[in-house]
């Protein structure tokens, strides 16, 4: 109610439908058919209605990215601490020790403590930025996740970039040429990239342009001694981003193109089109100015919610090219085993997850009129 | 939207009605007659469906040789002990179709015996995510306040949480096996399920026969079993074959990440061996290429055979 001002996103659209329910599939029973590439949305017609205020909406979505992110937390301790299987036993098993490094293990774990003061000790842990040690690298697990949280970001973001623009782009053209030719491709290409792990590939990109054709890099971010802030050096960065950006892209834009497809059928048969048209637009101009804008919004939401794969993702493309990041450390940890490493990693990844799907609720109401006003 | 439902409804609750049963044999007879035509025209539908059928066969032969492995190739063909003499990295040729690994073994003894568990992963968690799916999104749906709620709440989070995170926070607690992987795949990727679930028991619910029989003095268990249930369960069949897919991929994921029975083949390990010995780089391109074929193979299979059958019970989808 705070902002009835209908400042649209598209000021190019009188036409647009305002508070009609049909944008999003109007029927409940039809998983929509971008289901059809595992898509997962919040934004399903049987939504309760947003009602309240921004600030009210905004302290909602607020407190269910707190009670998500304290579910991570109080499942991040249990998991590593409550499950059949005890975590240093399990390392013992898997590397020799004696007894008495055994208990070692235990008390620097802090596993000799009752769960009440091991569960406290963590919450004080995470508050405070202290992760615990890694067992591998016997450094701090915060120190670690801030050395490798910036590789992560920089390629995800990249291939996150680059997979919506590609996405939607030609989502959109795929739908409104639907049933062409170019249509046909488009989607039985995507059905096929869905189809592969992410890491197959990656091992495929590897192979070809690493190992067999030579013309880039098979490993790491920056080849060793080279200033990554110098003109050559930001140049080998973007050589070495290159394969590992491809393998998330071309997994994750394919489901971003089914979404957007949907999204924009969806929207084709509306009445705003005819009247559009009637006015003597051109079918690009119709396309362009009126179609997209509003089958992007349920888009986005959905879009936001994929990017939680594709940082999923990240974790075997790193471990296939080396990548420095996050997700190397997740499969190093793996590999170690390095539990308090893993747990860190788990909440941090989970954290940004859940930030970055509120960041996708807010987007949405300043995109959505009808949230926004509602 | 009143009593007399449009044909394309699911063929489930109205026919549980007593009134037809107490019809006697002219009404039972009616209602086996139209399941028999529907049967039919479905099957007219999945046919003409080429992908679909293609899809089918493709499944149908790796099940075959999934089963039959033993018979095909013994066991003892991947003992490495016994492939001392079998030329390493051997390039795929007429005595070694699909090639061999770093120890000798036949590559395409690994994929049929790799095939076994890989299928039998993606079903057995398909099938556990769909019954925690299934339970998850009827209460959700059926019952409101803090209950459910409560119930909304934890399928919103693992909605947001990628599944993979949590698989692999599961499978590297547990013992490493088969069954672990099952479960860390299983109880991680339910929430798709659960939502759609929840938005047709949201749909169901407002139908008039739920509110008859809610008069009439039916409970929970009754509304929930006898009504929702079989109204949700076409819905879910069709997203199991969707979903059996995914699950395979994350198998595979999990194990290239070294969390899978690496006492057992499965293509998903077979990978990740590849991956221990540089195949990439070092010119194996038979030993990376392989595998994930057999993957991409029977995802895509199982995802046309799912649209399908997605079709077919949602007519709405169709015309796209």
């Known amino acids: ?374 | 939207m009143s009593a007399n439902t449009p044909a394309e409804a699911a063929p489930g609750p109205p026919d549980r009605d007593p009134r037809e049963r107490g019809a006697a044999i002219d009404g039972a007879k009616l209602v086996r007659e139209r399941r028999l035509n529907n049967a039919k025209k479905n099957w007219a539908l999945f046919r003409s469906d080429v992908p679909a059928l293609l899809g089918a066969l493709v499944l149908l032969f790796f099940v075959v040789i999934a089963l039959a492995a033993p018979l095909i190739a013994p066991a003892a063909m991947l003992d490495v002990t016994k492939q001392l003499d079998a030329p390493r990295y051997a390039p795929p040729s007429l005595e070694h179709p699909l090639g061999t690994d770093g120890l000798g073994r036949e590559l395409w003894v690994r994929i049929l015996w790799g095939a076994r568990v890989s299928i039998l992963v993606g079903v057995a968690a398909t099938v556990m995510s769909m019954v925690i799916g299934t339970i998850m999104g009827l209460a959700a749906g059926h019952f409101s306040g803090l209950f459910g709620g409560l119930i909304m709440r934890v399928i919103d989070f693992f909605i947001v949480l990628p599944s993979l995170l949590l698989a692999i926070v599961l499978s590297s607690v547990l013992e490493r096996g088969v069954f672990t992987i099952v479960i860390a795949i299983g109880l991680t990727s339910w929430a798709s399920t659960a939502r759609i679930v929840r938005s047709q028991t949201l749909s169901v619910e407002s139908r008039l026969y739920i509110e008859r029989a809610r008069i009439l003095g039916a409970g929970h268990r009754h509304i929930l079993f006898r009504h929702l249930l079989p109204a949700v369960m076409p819905l879910v069949l069709a997203n199991t074959t969707l979903t059996v897919g995914g699950a395979i991929i994350a198998e595979s994921t999990l194990s290239f990440l070294g969390l899978g029975d690496t006492s057992k083949e499965s293509w998903g390990t077979i990978l990740k061996n590849s991956m221990d010995v540089s195949a990439a780089t070092s010119g194996y391109w038979w030993y990376v290429l392989t595998p994930g074929i057999a993957i991409l193979l029977v995802v895509l299979a199982f995802t046309m055979v799912g649209r399908a059958l997605e079709a077919i019970i949602n007519p709405a989808l169709r015309s796209r």
Request: no cysteine; charged share 15%; glycine share 8%.
């Open chain 1, 1 to 374: 109610m705070t902002r009835p001002a209908r400042n649209d996103p598209h000021p190019a659209d009188p036409t647009d439908p305002g508070p009609a329910s049909a944008t999003h599939s109007a029927d409940p029973a039809d998983p929509d058919p971008a289901s059809a590439a595992g898509s997962t949305g919040t934004a399903d017609a049987d939504e309760p209605p947003a009602g309240g205020s921004f600030a009210g909406y905004f302290l909602r979505k607020l407190g269910g990215a707190a009670t998500s992110m304290i579910l991570v937390i109080v499942l991040g301790f249990f998991a590593f601490r409550m499950l059949p299987g005890d975590p240093v036993l399990k390392i013992a098993k898997e590397r020799p020790m004696s007894p008495a490094q055994i208990a070692e293990l235990r008390s620097q774990y802090g596993l000799d403590k009752p769960v009440i003061v091991q569960f406290w000790d963590y919450l004080v842990g995470i508050v405070t930025g202290d992760l615990g040690e890694s067992y591998v690298y016997r450094k701090t697990v915060s120190s670690l996740i801030v050395e490798y949280l910036g590789p992560t970001l920089l390629l995800t973001g990249t291939a996150a970039l680059i997979a919506i623009a590609m996405g939607l782009w030609l989502g959109q053209l795929s739908a409104w040429r639907r049933n062409s030719l170019f249509d046909k491709l488009a989607s039985s290409t995507s059905l096929i990239f869905w189809s592969v792990p992410t890491f197959w590939l990656g091992l495929i990109l590897l192979m070809i342009f690493g190992g067999t054709l030579q013309w880039l890099p098979t490993g790491g971010m920056i080849t060793p001694g080279l200033d990554p802030w110098s003109a050559a050096g930001i140049i080998d960065v973007i050589k070495h981003l290159i394969l590992p950006v491809v393998s998330l892209v071309v997994v994750v834009y394919a489901q971003f193109l089914m979404i957007m497809r949907a999204s924009l059928i969806e929207e084709m048969s509306e009445d705003y089109l005819t009247t559009a048209r009637a006015k003597g637009l051109t079918e690009d101009e119709v396309r362009r100015r009126h179609a997209v804008p509003n089958a992007l919004l349920p888009t986005v939401t959905v879009v936001f919610l994929h990017i939680g794969g594709l940082i999923a993702g990240a974790v075997t493309v790193e471990a296939v090219f080396s990548w420095p990041g996050l997700g190397k450390l997740t499969f190093e940890a793996i590999r170690g085993p390095d539990l308090p490493l893993l747990q860190g990693t788990f909440v941090v990844f989970s954290a940004i997850i859940i930030v970055m799907n509120l960041a996708a609720d807010l987007v949405y109401r300043f995109l959505d009129p009808r949230v926004r006003r509602a």
